[in-house]
């Protein structure tokens, strides 16, 4: 039993950066605007945030630095793809290899220094003292508890507020939602800003709490992992949460295995979450095609052009 | 009052063509030697170093060459599909499919020479890549499943297939630390050209753009797989299978990647299955056939200048610079070409004098924009 609740809290901190970055793909993603370069941004994410986090030494800065960096690198991808309508998959792919390349060049001299800064595990009375549940997620940091609230927050606001109204209809009619008086360019580039201030602070979260140590590449492809999870999740934002604890457990597995020298390939244990995703992606579709509720919002991927006005 | 206003060109001028790209590549070195300063580095030193290791001399020359081989290739792959408005983001996957299959065909036919054992390794790799972007292909054309997000996820699950295979069924005992497949059968090595270090794989490559070419620009069926990527409705009412054509694209586009990836195990992959073999080639094709506008002719060339990139930038190691500023290089370089080509599809024109609305003819009012 002991193994398990290891693994599965484990899971829940290796889950927690995939939420952060999941959720704001899922925000630019309900916009109608796809990004591939949530790696990119992550990485520029963990790189600012371990910067800041060495010359502070305070673990909020890094956050706030790793979401300001990522957040900027989101702006650039909404200024191509919404401002001047670049395609946003060859876009996405150009900022992985810019957030790929940046993150590497800022983090040359950050390589041999570990950061001494620690996120102290906090309890939440009675809700940890529940068996192995409580263990799993109640005794957890600060920004798993913040990654939980946030997730719950957007799915709110994005299925019961005006705004969240306003986002969904500027990711299924954008010409709708102009008729209907939504300013649909600001509502697009908020929306992207905000995937990338989301991916960077998942970034950060990695190199600040988790390695707590910068090397290249850090994020080894967590940012592809954190597109498959919306998807996984059917771009609702409550689905995240068991998505990504799903995948991070399936992580934090394949390190436990590992280590216990059980000699099944990781490889196949590591191709489980896109697996997964695909075939939550056929049965989706398949059950729900030309009905509506199926998430994948109907404008994504295609830039908005206002007709016939000056 | 006359004003100014930008109106969408229907095609883009020759100037925007031509002078745009070059601006665009002198833009991203600007500011790659802005990044260089920032960080102290000597920019020109670091300048001289990627040059001389590509374009500058004979031997960087092979390099660009031997780059340039995959590249073109998975640009050319991606390209087909493109024509048809398919998007196959999953060259990468499909070139270790390729490298898969062919590794696969050679354990089982050491006992041939050479000339049949290659011919029976690239039409493994092939039909195992084609298949392989099949998996995609015909959710595509049942129920229209999106083809992008599944060719991303298959490459994900095929790299980590490939090095399942090496760390396990194929792995070679006698390597220490990295892990690789077995090795070939040495009749199964592309032979290189004269005393170069380029095999003949970039022969191949050309040939692919000469025949894919010929197909996308010169022949009937080319034509009509961009009627029916572009107008579903047109496609329709010409008789033309919509669903067959995508199978038969992204087979070919596939298979074409799959070229890429036993040309990588066959040659510069040292004749053995091994992790990084694809190199990150599949996602840049995807690059190259865009910044090509899917001209084939212009794939070419697009290929051969990237490589020069990527070969200059390994190169920048030996000098202490970080090698990373080439990352940086090409995608500010392909930054501006994207900005350019965007503002390049529109053009600024006098508006007439404004004494009365602008007429619009009646029929057009009321007509979807």
Known sequence: ?310 | MRGWRLEKRTAPSLASRVVQPILAVIAGFVFGAIVLAIGGHDIGNAYKAMWEASFGTGPGFEQVLIRATPLLLCGLAVTVALRMNIWNIGAEGQMAMGAIGATFVAYHTTSLGSLPILVAIFLGGAVAAGLWALIAAIPRALVGLNEIIVTLFLNYIALLFLSALINGPWKDHASIGQAYGRRLPTQAALPLIGNTKVTIGIFIALAAAIGIYWLLDRSRAGFSLQIAGGNVRAARYLGLGIGRRILFVLFLSGAVAGLAGVIQLTASGGGRLQEGLTGGYGYIGILVAFLARTKVQAVVVVALLYAALLTGGTALQSTGIPSSIAEIIQASIIIFVLIGQALGSYKLVRTAPAKSPPARPAAAIGEAS
């Open chain 1, 1 to 310: 039993m002991n193994f398990w609740v290891d693994a599965l809290s484990t899971g829940v901190v290796l889950g927690t950066p995939l939420a952060f970055a999941g959720l704001g793909e899922l925000i630019a993603e309900r916009a109608g605007v796809i990004n591939l370069g949530v790696e990119g941004m992550m990485l520029i994410g963990a790189v600012v945030g371990f910067a800041v986090g060495i010359h502070t030494g305070s673990i909020f800065w890094a956050m706030v630095a790793g979401g300001f960096a990522g957040g900027l690198l989101g702006l650039l991808h909404a200024a191509m793809t919404i401002g001047l309508k670049v395609n946003q998959i060859v876009m996405g792919l150009t900022l992985t290899i810019l957030g790929t390349g940046l993150s590497s060049y800022i983090g040359a001299s950050y390589g041999n220094e570990p950061f001494k800064g620690h996120l102290s595990k906090i309890d939440i009375p009675l809700l940890s003292k529940i068996p192995w549940i409580g263990e799993i997620l109640f005794e957890q940091d600060i920004m798993v508890y913040i990654a939980i609230v946030t997730v719950i927050a957007a799915a709110l606001i994005i299925n019961r507020t005006r705004h969240g109204l306003a986002l969904r209809g500027v990711g299924e009619a954008p010409a709708a939602a102009d008729a209907a008086g939504v300013p649909v360019f600001t509502v697009r580039y908020i929306a992207v800003w905000l995937g990338g201030v989301l991916a960077g602070i998942g970034g950060a979260y990695l190199s600040v709490v988790y390695t707590q140590s910068w090397s290249n590449e850090l994020t080894a492809g967590r940012g592809w992992i954190a597109i498959a999870l919306v998807i996984f999740a059917s771009w609702r934002p409550l689905l995240l949460l068991p998505g990504a604890l799903l995948f991070g457990f399936i992580e934090a597995l394949n390190f436990q295995l590992q280590a216990k020298g059980v000699s099944i390939p990781s490889q196949y244990l590591s191709m489980m979450p896109y697996v997964f995703t695909l075939v939550v992606l056929a049965i989706v579709w398949t059950r729900q095609r030309g009905r509506s509720g199926w998430g994948m919002p109907e404008s994504l991927g295609i830039a908005y052009e206002r007709e016939g006005r000056s």
